[in-house]
């Protein structure tokens, strides 16, 4: 009996203590006491890209450097980009993150990417980690919007092995650390399931985010080990789906790819659900654009028969509410104006030739830092020496022109580059034009007034209003030669493809 009182007072000791315990540890967690932030570590550094922060920083930053004279995008929704040891990929992941404007402050950033290692049949939302490390520091995870999208739907999940040894996701870590400094929080999101329902609910459910606040990257490879040949056909085809913005044609592209019979191609796009789901999020609010291809081959030609390929693409919010009335009238230029833009499409020009980079010259107006398009020409003695124009309103005006000038004197492939002997026999004659309107038939188009500019899937084209001024064509025929010999939709190709109108103001 003793001992029995010992032990029920033991126990009565033990329990009263445990208790104790429980109280602190609640009390330390209402007091803040937060437990270990959990980090998921950089386990590709050393692998797909240097581990070292030093030669890392000095890496990226090369890669970067090689799209400099590229001008960057206000508007970015998304990007998509490879997923390869940046040896191979880098520079064409780098051609897509030089069109972010480092500028620009976004709330979150989602990461989609797909599963190299496990199956999944849907989504897995990496809830647990806090932050993910790389060389250059950690990036802070959105925790609450993890944890959202997993309540939201229960195509998402969490599941820890999608993300252990993953690799599509951490390589984008360091490209956006250079190039935006701080990163806003992370959503990253492994996507592996061939289940179109699924994707579609994943779409849906990551659609209110899909808005100018947040920034989305699609991390996908293309062709996989092709020959050479095989894999800069293979690329073609399904780099112009992917420019469609059809995610119908993309589906296709992919299963007659998969049914060709091309010698060891294991598939045409790894990153295909990823990119399946984010073309289910675009609306005709958004423009595709293809940046840049290169496959293994062009950077190691150690064994041509067995290649991997490589796409860049921006998705530019193309329309914004505030502008599809297209009210051109609102928007115009002094005679200072016009005289600015002509002295920074010259000095633009004058510094490639002294092998200077372009000056950015800093504009005094407000109408000069406006988004909108513009082509420079530039003639001599009266005739055509060269021409390149931009659409769109992501970039200010004389950033654009400033580009444009420089394009049109070194890169129209019509012409040989400008000389320095040439430079003060060059007449330079910019086009600013007013924002694009969507028109439904040739009724809502003017001859003479109007320029075209006519869009289907890979393929556009366009004309200046004053083309109408030095030919004798109907406004059928106007539309059906931009068609023809602009777009390569033939003839009538116009007719099932998107109309835009527009105005320029020529000086």
Known sequence: MQKDRQNNSFFTMMKTFITIIIAMMMMNSC???????????????NRFYEGNAQRLSQEVNSLLALHSESAAYSNVAALIV????????????????????????????????????????????????????????????????????VEADSVFSYRPEAHDREHCLEVQLPF???????????????????NFPKLKRMAEVLKP???????????????????YGDACA????????VASGDVGQFIAVIEANAQSGIRNLDTSACGAFPIITLMLMLDNQYEVRHLLYQNSGDIDDHDPTRVVGYHSFAIIRSISPSKEKGDSDSFSLTDEEKQMLKEIAY????????????????PHTSHLSEKCGAFVSLHK???LRGCIGHFGEDVPLHKIVAEMARAAAFEDPRFHPVTRNELDDIDIEISVLTPMQRIQSLDEFQLHKHGIYIRKGYHSGTFLPQVADEVNWTKEEFIGHCSQDKAGLGWDGWRNAELYVYEAIVF
């Open 31 to 45: 007091n803040g006491h937060n437990p270990t932030p959990v980090v998921r570590p950089a386990t590709q550094a």
């Open 347 to 362: 000095k633009s020009i004058k510094d490639s030739l002294d092998g200077k980079p372009v000056s950015r010259l800093s």
């Open 209 to 227: 985010y899909f808005t100018d606040e947040n920034l989305f990257i699609i991390s996908s490879d293309f062709s996989h080990y092709p020959s």
């Open 82 to 149: 490879p997923h390869a040891g940046y040896y191979f990929s880098g520079n064409v992941a780098a051609s897509a993150y030089a069109k972010l404007d480092p500028e620009r402050k976004y709330k979150r950033i989602f990461l989609l990417g797909p599963s190299h290692h496990e199956w999944l049949d849907g989504a897995s939302v990496n809830t647990e980690a806090d932050y993910y490390a790389t060389p250059l520091g950690e990036v802070k995870v959105d925790s609450e919007t993890a944890h959202q999208l």
């Open 234 to 241: 293979v690329d073609a085809r399904t780099g112009e789906a």
């Open 381 to 383: 003695q009266g005739r």
């Open 176 to 194: 956006l650390q250079r190039r935006l400094g701080e990163v806003p929080p992370i959503v990253p999101i492994i996507i592996s399931t061939n």
